[in-house]
């Protein structure tokens, strides 16, 4: 279960402290040549966060790429990437090897597996998010060249610097936009676009919601303001509103597809909270380390790269099909 | 892609007025006697629509049972299953045949397929959720064995009667929780317990949001506020809060689980709408026939079938990989 | 574990003496008008054993199309079909009850799912295959769109008229040809064409061998005999020998496509046998009933159907991946 | 597709001249300490061919853990692993980049993807069959806790030291058998024991044949000779003959599981052979370089390792829908 699509598929591995976080992409096209700046472009926009503190664990993110290319152009082959562990200082989390941290995985990985890595949140680490980014900036490419664009952005955040000057963290809620994609994607009965999407949404840490086109607020509405009324457009039908966010019967419908994450505050607070141990103890813990105020800005890119995954998939899914 | 599941699976299949609607479950134990008559109340469930016009089609809703049984009792191969479309006139759609009905997924499968059954809405009707409720009857019936509940409820709907009167349909959220769930299930990265449910709430007709315990409104909190607190509770370990809905990392941690589902309103409503047809001609229509004002009522079961599901899914893998 | 296929997917249902037996279809392509009259002449070859007997099993195999059509054509959506069982005298089998006949899987499907079906062979009866055939001669007619062909042939089978006398069956050997598979089709490394078909034929009960090309026989080739070498034939590069049987490296080659399955006799045999019931008492029994004297004529369109379905499958995938 | 196992999952990547060969296991229980040693000795036994020229490849086969562990002791998270690929000496193979060798994969791999990795046979390399090893070496550590032994040897082969001299090479028989699998294991129709092991034998390079217990000359007994009798042995059900080589229905019935795999000859011969280029041109290549007369001792490992996993996913599979 750490694979994610159907033809267009990934497969990632690695823990915070382990030695390398990774991942393979199988199903990848041939004959594409990768454009390595723009994937490093897109590692940087995940590692920039705004709000950071000085302490901020230095992440290298220099990829090595292992497999499934020739010459920088993909085979057809698996292409096998990783990022060594280089700043993982784990002694800063061996006070907490025992500790169960409030909202974290911590206690249900270790019910589940009967063994935890403890170092910096192992497999359930944000920095286990890395091989997403890079599989979504090569299926970004691939969306280019059919003239497909992505691009999300944080709609709503709560006060981050007031947050961090009490030891506090802060969610939100990042708006996303597929634009240019053709009629006809989304499997319409198990494999929705929408459930597609929110699906690997889901995927991404923190988040704890989601909705295409109005979302929540369609469950207010009537029928007659709901509805996308159908026009012909210089020849072409489209929709005259798009509170559906261009998914009908879960197939695109030519229109924007627009949808809707929220993400929790950080789990990871520097405020004192009260918690047990192993043997059910009751702790006192003040989490230190290097942790930001919001997950926000770094999220933007993932949200992206899982949405131009999920179009890639469902295009080939489309593509295969057709007669 | 009508196929659901990992290991319980069900794959569905049917038009709204085809010769049948039906499915196929695979991966559902051996040796379980089942409940036919909690299967037909749940189904009861599904037909009772408390707004109902006198003129809603009448589905008899008997189930033939084709396969997967010996005297009752399940023998461990595939419970197939349909029930015989009676009462389609589809007489009341010829006049939509060429004509796209707004918010509908006439348009989308059309372009999809370049063909699609015009007659109710073929495969998108909501008619097609039938073996939904059927399959979740069983993985209830399965839970129930190890004193696992599921319970959803409508917490917010428009003003039904209101909006029936002026030919309108109204929407609303579904909030469901499930009872019992043993700590540990969900596989932590593309797998989620909240990935799978928000994938399956998302495959039924009209659901337009999906949120895990308090879902958007974590977007609005600070750390302090939507950390769970851990505490021992007479030797057990628990949280004191859920603002988690009982999923935390992507694993259930024991407490119950509670998520959200936002239902768009009903597209068919009887004012009269703008639309256009295949050839792209303005049209106007007003959609007659026999259609709820709110999907809600009957959506209620629907979301507890998925979410049974999803649940004895998740517990096969968590059995599975157990050692 | 009742599908079969990646793109191009069949589900089966049924027991021999159950209510019906059928199929789920998905993934067909759209707009395809079937051929009724193709799928029932394929049927008709299944149903015919040249070395019946009179009292072989009257099988109407009259197929009930579910859904997926609109005036015959496919929809895109799931096609369900199924043929109910009419004739199935299952006090012919009572007395078989308790009793694990020789070689047949009554002993291993009873410990695998602590219950069986008893009558006539239950899930493991080769009445089960029928699906197969349906899907089979769906798979078949869109090869045709593409000038690909396939034929099945017995190349070896024992003294069918001798055994029957005795009271005996007999096995054999069954050889395809797939003619006109475009070169690139199979992915190289856990989905060859070679072990697609591996997997497929093996599905067909009563399998114990597979080979492709010369198979077996090239263990005992050199490799300057064994090897096939490359010519340009008109200005299309193709090999001058075939002891590949059309697959370099799990992809084809553009070759004819030839493998050889071999089948067991049928084990229900009118000799009185010995053998043990499920208390561990010895038992000696004689089966009556109506079998054939070889599993080998009904066989062919079989092996025949798998090699349609894995063939279309594979096209898909190849598609799908295609820049 | 480079994928096997449907709980016991391996993804593996690699090319020979390419930076690294490595594999993804996902699904592998938790809580395993691995045994290293082991590990390297099974490597051990693919490298060592008791037939190879001094000039063979020096292969390290150092193997860098990427992932899934904590002081050795499996997480339950993806265990990544790879093999740097040190000694690749692709000038070797500068002359054939443009030539198709005679049963190779050149051409296909090329016509398939529009391009190919011509050092070294690229991905379609029997180098890429390392990672299979190493899981199969975990996956034997998991059967062996269970006391499930597999071996296999050598049954036929040509004359090795005969076929050197003159530039030759020799295909050969390898036999398995797996001692000690429960009764139940197996899926009856599409995922059968026997068909899984079919296709995870035919995902070895050079495979053209497999068999199961008898196989091929079982198409030529009569069934009187063919059916295993079940007996009663001290209180145990189990059959006095293994004609089936313990699968019966597709499931395991207790009895030595047996099977056969055929290997062709090496393709890559030292004798001057004709083939084309990529332009259709008639060329005479003799393949010098590093080559083996006879796979089949290096195979013994893969067929070992293959069968355990399937053993194990199978095994998995069971559990999972145990009541």
Known sequence: MNTIG???RLTTFGESHGMAI?????GCPSQLKLDFGFIDSELHRRKTAQFSESSQRKESDQIEW???LLDGVTLGTPIAFMVCNEDGKSEDYEAL????RPSHADFTYEQKYGIRDWRGGGRASARTTLPIVVAGAIAKQILKEKNIQIAAEVVSMGDAEQARKKGDTVGGIVECRIVGVPVGLGEPVFGKFS?????AMFSIPAVKGFEVGDGFALAQMKGSEANDTFINKDGRITTLTNHSGGIQGGITNGNDIVFRVAFKPIPSIAQPQQTVNRE???FQI???GRHDVCALPRAVVLVEAFAAMVTVDMGMLQKAGSV
């Open 6 to 8: 159907h033809l267009f």
């Open 22 to 26: 990774g991942g393979v992409i199988d």
């Open 66 to 68: 292992l497999s499934g």
């Open 97 to 100: 090897k025992d500790v169960y």
């Open 195 to 199: 459930a597609e999407l929110a699906h």
């Open 280 to 282: 059910g103890e009751t």
């Open 286 to 288: 003040a989490i230190g």
